[in-house]
């Protein structure tokens, strides 16, 4: 048994469609649904009747000349093209060359009627528009309780503000039934007094979604007493429980980032803030104290008691400087004073009458030459120990006479 590749398959059914006369060109009538226009410019679409559906491509060179009107959901066309393999995803798909108005769908005729009359009975105005609480403690989400829609939300939710109370009701969305679950759970969620009420689903066809777009659904929106929010769908769907909520989202996501403010990035921001005070407060105390050291050890040299303090200890000084300055002039002077005694002694008279040596004086004059007495003058003799007075007897001329 030869194997083949997923490659060579594709490729060999490529080759079997590519050379079908009748798949070279031909037109096709159908509902367009699933509408996309790609940012590159071009559109992605399905074709839709009561038996099936076929994925067509329009890209943006043939858009040009083949495309005379906005392609949206719900349309009924008739496009031209030829079928070929897609081979990477192995699919076939109508790659489309003109594409014209085969008059309006079934599901948009009825969505425009509807649209229309409800909004001359004022459900749609703006007056009456409910303001969304800027922090909210609880918000409910009617939505299915599996899928990504109601992940997402939970996701945004626990990281904008974890502190936020969600409380679910679990709604059909799609299908028979869905309308009247979605009702009830509006009904249900408006009754327990809450903040914010987020309505929605993902993203799918105008069938998909029609749900919302009943009248049923759109009357319980309006006649809520809690602000309501409605993501339905991807950005480009638009359905009449958005017109009718007091504020429309174009994601689920997005309903929820609207409905719960951001306070953790707030808090985190504050806490950035606070961290920043801080160190600028630490930086400000440590500057502040620099400078107050500074000024205290100016003040303490400016401060009239330490100034007495130094000026005493100086004094203190000075007075022992002075005082052994004296003391050393003093001791030179007495020492001068000892040498100058022991000269001014030595040449005084008095330091020889001593061992018998005595000073004579004659009326009060000093006795010089033995000339100067003769017998019967009186004479003053003075020794070291006193003085005596005495008469002369005899006078002899020579040492020892």
Same mark, same amino acid.
């Given at each position: ?8 398959? =594709? =490729? ?12 070279? #060109? ?22 839709? !009747? ?48 003109? $594409?014209?108005? /085969? ?15 409800? =909004? ?61 679950? $979605? ?53 480009? /769907?638009?359905?009449?429980? !958005?017109?009718?909520? !007091? ?29 920043? $005070?801080?160190?600028?407060? %630490? ?14 050890? #100016? ?24 005082? #052994? ?10 020492? %001068? ?26 009326? /009060? ?5 033995? =000339? ?5 003058? #009186? ?19 020579? $040492?020892?006479?």
């Amino acid at each position: 048994m030869k194997v083949y590749s997923v490659g060579q398959v =594709n =490729n060999y059914i490529k080759n079997i469609i590519t050379q079908d006369y009748v798949l070279r #060109k031909l037109t096709i009538q159908g509902e367009v649904s699933n509408c996309k226009y790609h940012s590159l410019g071009h559109i992605y679409f399905s074709l839709k !009747d009561e038996t099936g559906s076929l994925s067509a491509v329009m890209f943006k060179g043939s858009i040009q000349n083949g495309l005379k009107f906005k392609l949206a959901d719900g349309q009924n066309v008739l496009v031209t093209g030829r079928i070929a393999v897609y081979e990477r995803d192995g699919k076939y798909q109508l790659y489309a060359e003109e $594409i014209k108005q /085969d008059g309006i769908g079934n599901l948009y005729e009825e969505f425009e009627k509807l649209k229309n009359r409800l =909004n001359e009975e004022g459900l749609f105005d703006f007056e009456l528009k409910k303001d969304i609480p800027k922090f909210p403690k609880k918000v409910g989400i009617v939505t299915a309780k599996t899928g990504a829609a109601i992940q997402d939300i939970m996701n945004i939710a626990r990281r904008r503000n974890p502190y936020v109370q969600l409380i679910l009701y679990p709604a059909k969305v799609q299908g028979e039934g869905a309308a009247d679950t $979605i009702v009830r759970g509006i009904k249900t969620l408006d009754k327990m007094g809450l903040d914010t009420i987020i309505i929605g689903r993902g993203g799918g066809s105008m069938e998909d979604l029609w749900a919302f777009n009943e009248e049923k659904v759109v009357r319980a929106i309006y006649e809520a007493d809690t602000p309501i929010i409605s993501g339905t769908g991807h950005e480009v /769907d638009i359905t009449l429980a !958005d017109y009718a909520a !007091d504020m429309r989202a174009p994601t689920p996501s997005a309903a929820c980032e609207l409905a719960i403010p951001d306070v953790m990035t707030s808090v985190n921001a504050l806490r950035d803030y606070e961290r920043l $005070i801080n160190n600028q407060i %630490r930086s400000k105390l440590s500057l502040y104290n620099s400078e107050l050291d500074k000024y205290e050890s #100016k003040l303490n040299l400016l401060n009239p008691r330490q100034r007495l303090q130094n000026q005493t200890q100086y004094l203190s000084e000075l007075y022992d400087r002075l005082k #052994k300055n004296i003391d050393n002039k003093y001791n030179q002077a007495f020492h %001068r004073f000892e040498i100058l005694s022991v000269r001014l002694d030595g040449l005084s008279p008095t330091a020889k009458l001593v061992n018998g040596f005595g000073y004579i004086e004659k009326e /009060d004059k000093a006795v010089t030459d033995v =000339n100067d007495v003769k017998s019967g003058d #009186k004479l003053m003799i003075t020794i070291s120990s006193g003085r005596i007075q005495a008469v002369v007897e005899n006078v002899s001329e020579g $040492i020892y006479g």
